[in-house]
């Protein structure tokens, strides 16, 4: 592997992103949090549900009831002075992604709603026109269903096959039999960065190295990933990647495409509308370029703006530190789980990004939950939106706790006590 991929795939190794010598400091982060000063039942909120939205800052709660209070006008329309500040913030939150996943050039980035509307633009606009029968897109078995569902549906109307890359059980990619599967009728791979369910990070730069050698682009579902580390899509090379704002600190309702611009501008548009346009007649339509050719409609000018002051949030962070604590944090759940002969740990990949997912002898996934929310533990349980992931593991659900920068060992010790009364009140 070469550097440049090495430092793709470790976030440690990527330029400005030297090994923490100090510790993070989680108490001073989470006074920017001020959902986590609440106390749920008379206890303090431990929000341990990360990975399915993550909290919010102030800075970004601000940023949003700023631009309401003060510049609240249409984008990229009005002539008048608030039109051109919120097309200014607008477009100045597109650069800000662009160099947060360092891309070559901001007309790369398309804002959508999220992740799942990233991958569906994908499906409907390369996907679906190129597809003929017995091509192949590639998936693995750990997909959300947002990686998976709209693949399937492409390749049910044209008659493409979707094939699927195992994992090993310990939940990871197995890389043998993805190599195995890149044939000739492969037309794209799409893979999930980091596992919501396990999360199992996948060597991302290789993948999309192997896939490049015979041809095949690549699609990076990055919804867990962003949260985490950093991502460098110039080093990574991917041809598509995709994220949610809400999961990277910043509004729902707001998520990015990127993409590569000769792939984008080759690509026909999935939604009319206004802003698409560069002229209509009744005979013709013309369509704009890119970005705008994929942003029919008044965008989410709020969500764009709060999404950037997320990112300056996360900037500001030690995030190699941060990633640090998270690890530790990950691994000392882990290492307390296992004095519970009754809990059996799912997902055991050596890479692994802050998800600690398990099932209990005694009890269902499902009454964890409620008991633990009942001690003010908030954590996820059920089938995490991978349901084919849930049936290679051979349960119906997991309870997940998900961690994020802000949680401190003392929330993982509470998530354990009201794991031992879980297990008091149903063994
Ligand atoms: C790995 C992964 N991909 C895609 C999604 C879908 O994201 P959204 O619902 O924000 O579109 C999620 C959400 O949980 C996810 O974890």
Redesign the pocket.
Known sequence: MTRHAAAAERPELQQGFSPAHLPFDADRVRADFPILQQQVYGRPLVYLDN??TAQKPRAVIDAISNYYLSDNANVHRGVHLLSERATGAYEHARTVVQRFLNARESREVVFV???????NLVAQSYARPALKPGDEILVSIL??H??FVPWKMACEATGARLRVVPMTDAGELRMDEYERLLGDRTRLVAL?H???ALGTINPAAEIVRIAHARGVPVLL?G??AVPHMPVDVTALDCDFY?F?G??LFGP?GI?VLYGKAELMNRMPPWQGGGDMISSVTLDEVRYNTLPAKFEAGTPDIAGAIGLAAAIDYVNGLDRAAAAAHESALTRYAEERLSDFDDVRLIGRAAAKAGIVSFVMASAHPHDIGTVLDREGVAIRTGH??CQPLMHRLGVPATARASLAFYNTREDVDRFVDALARVREMFA
Request: negative net charge; aromatic residues 0%.
């Open positions: 990975a399915a709603r999220g992740t799942t509307e990233a991958i997909e959300h947002s990686n999930g980091v596992s919501n579902d919804a867990q995709a949610s809400h999961k729902t998520g995490h939106c």
